[in-house]
């Protein structure tokens, strides 16, 4: 039987006794992710993925591609919401899929569903951010009374139908007592980057996570929402039950959520998760004492 595995589970490998654990657990995540991307060559893997992840998966899509010989097919939809290409529908569908990529909280009711098998992969740390049409001017959203003076005094406002936008009108919106006044002005984009939207003048401002605005051509992106309103996102990975490659699809999976991905994530808008940065820290650690141990 195949288990899914996850880099941070090679840090409790131990070793025969009289050896040092820290060289095995560095020694057994290199080895896995060796076993991992060299596995079942060849094959197409069909990632499905919300586009808070779709700009960092392209570009780490290619270096994985060119570091196997499997083919990565990418289709975006969002986490949640009615159309007819979200994830959830396209899945009800039963469109091929070997990858999920989405919000933690909507892969987990598709785990429940049995439609994702073998658990979630957190990979990142997503935000939410602001956006204008090009050359317009930028409007304070550094604290919290500025963001709601902004969102008062736009004369139209755009937002996601998935997770950033959810937030932003059954809590945010109501929290700043503007609810009405908002909605009122208000559009939520069903499908496609909202910032599309901000650049054909469509919408004065827009907000969805910040990786998603970035790509965009004729937007300036503004900035975060001030702290004490932000909400952070987690987007997971999981492999489709009904994946006809499972193998490339976890290999795929681990190169994703391991320290080669950190920099493109993070010139995407994102941020890797905590605990694999840990993970790697200490794993950096227990090389260094096995080095040093060897040479001993």
Aim: charged share 20%; glycine share 8%; net charge positive.
């Amino acid at each position: 039987m195949v288990r899914t595995s996850s880099l941070p589970a090679a840090a409790i490998v131990r070793g025969p006794r009289g050896t040092r654990p820290c060289f095995f657990a560095a020694f057994a995540a290199f080895a896995f992710f060796l076993f991992s991307a060299s596995a079942a060559r060849g094959e197409e893997i069909r990632v499905l993925t919300s586009g808070a992840f779709q700009a960092a998966l392209v570009e780490l899509a290619q270096e994985f591609e060119r570091s196997t010989e499997h083919k990565v097919v990418i289709t975006y939809g969002a986490s949640m919401g009615s159309s007819p290409d979200s994830i959830p529908n396209r899945l009800r569908r039963g469109e091929p899929v070997d990858v999920v990529i989405q919000a933690a909280s909507g892969l987990d009711d598709l785990i429940k569903q049995r439609q994702i098998v073998g658990g979630r992969i957190d990979l990142v740390r997503s935000s939410i951010g602001m956006a204008v049409r090009a050359g317009a001017p930028k409007p304070d959203i550094s604290t919290v009374e500025a963001l709601k003076q902004t969102l008062l005094r736009a004369k139209s406002v755009a937002y996601s139908s998935s997770a950033s936008g959810v937030y932003l009108s059954s809590e945010l919106f109501p929290r700043l007592g503007i609810a009405d006044q908002v909605t009122a002005k208000s559009r939520r984009v069903e499908s496609g980057p909202v910032a599309n939207l901000v650049a054909r003048g469509e919408a004065e401002i827009g907000f969805q996570q910040i990786s998603e605005l970035l790509p965009v051509q004729g937007v300036d992106y503004v900035g975060p929402l001030p702290p004490d309103v932000q909400r952070v996102t987690i987007f997971s990975a999981g492999i489709a039950a009904a994946a006809k490659a499972p193998d490339a699809a976890r290999a795929l999976i681990t190169f994703l959520a391991s320290p080669a991905a950190f920099a493109v994530i993070r010139k995407s808008g994102l941020e890797p998760m905590p605990s694999v940065e840990r993970f790697e820290a200490r794993r950096t650690r227990c090389v260094a004492v096995a080095a040093i141990a060897c040479s001993n």
